[in-house]
Antibody
Framework: EVQLVESGGGLVQPGGSLRLSCAAS????????MNWVRQAPGKGLEWVSH????????YYADSVKGRFTISRDNAKNSLYLQMSSLRDEDTALYYC????????????WGQGTLVTVSS | DIQMTQSPSSLSASVGDRVTITCRAS??????LNWYQQKPGKAPKLLIY???SLQSGVPSSFSGSGSGTDFTLTISSLQPEDFATYYC?????????FGQGTKVEIK
């Protein structure tokens, strides 16, 4: 069974940093692209970042470019999102999601980890 | 960036109704269009990928059509478990923008 489990969320002050993790199991992690998608409270879905299966290709939304860094460790079956210079508007539930590649739908999602940016 | 516009933003329907949701892209995205269902407090679930391909395990009452800029998601006979919010997403190019969502409520 495919499982994606996010962790690392919490309360952080504006300007602070946080590192999210996503532990994957039940599939060959190194053969799938991975994504971060966020959802602000009561709002819609916002795509954040994609990393290819090997980690060689990375994309970011303009809203996080230069502040967030996506990475993966295929040996540990893990995906990461390093977030810095956090803003109030980064407050959201952050999901990791699996896709075969950048052109594919996201067929499995984690349960999300909540990031709250507030003073 | 490619903008995705869904309509309507919300709708009320009864069990057994046929429901259609539309999604329009700001430029051609070929068939790189996905549909998701999200229920309150849950992660989104992939229903349709590549505009018209049904994801494994999804009831055949769901169908998708379209190409280029105009797409539709159809639920042929609405069931109680189908009341949810539906999102389209383009995967033609990064960023993989989502539509704003369509909330399907009980009439």
């Amino acid at each position: 069974e495919v499982q994606l489990v996010e962790s690392g969320g919490g309360l952080v002050q504006p300007g602070g940093s946080l590192r999210l993790s996503c532990a994957a199991s039940g599939f060959i992690f190194s053969t799938f692209g991975m994504n971060w998608v966020r959802q602000a409270p009561g709002k819609g879905l916002e795509w954040v970042s994609h990393i290819s299966s090997s980690g060689s290709t990375i994309y970011y939304a303009d809203s996080v470019k230069g502040r967030f860094t996506i990475s993966r460790d295929n040996a540990k079956n893990s995906l990461y999102l390093q977030m810095s210079s956090l803003r109030d508007e980064d407050t959201a539930l952050y999901y990791c999601a699996r896709s075969y590649d950048i052109w594919s739908g996201y067929d499995h999602w984690g349960q999300g980890t909540l990031v709250t940016v507030s003073s | 960036d490619i903008q995705m516009t869904q309509s309507p933003s919300s709708l009320s329907a009864s069990v057994g109704d046929r429901v259609t949701i539309t999604c329009r892209a700001s430029q051609s995205i070929s068939s790189y269009l996905n549909w998701y269902q999200q229920k309150p407090g849950k992660a989104p679930k992939l229903l349709i990928y590549a505009a018209s391909s049904l994801q494994s395990g999804v009831p055949s009452s769901f169908s998708g059509s379209g190409s280029g800029t105009d797409f539709t998601l159809t639920i042929s006979s609405l069931q109680p478990e189908d009341f949810a919010t539906y999102y389209c997403q383009q995967s033609y190019s990064a960023p993989g923008t989502f539509g704003q969502g369509t909330k399907v409520e009980i009439k």
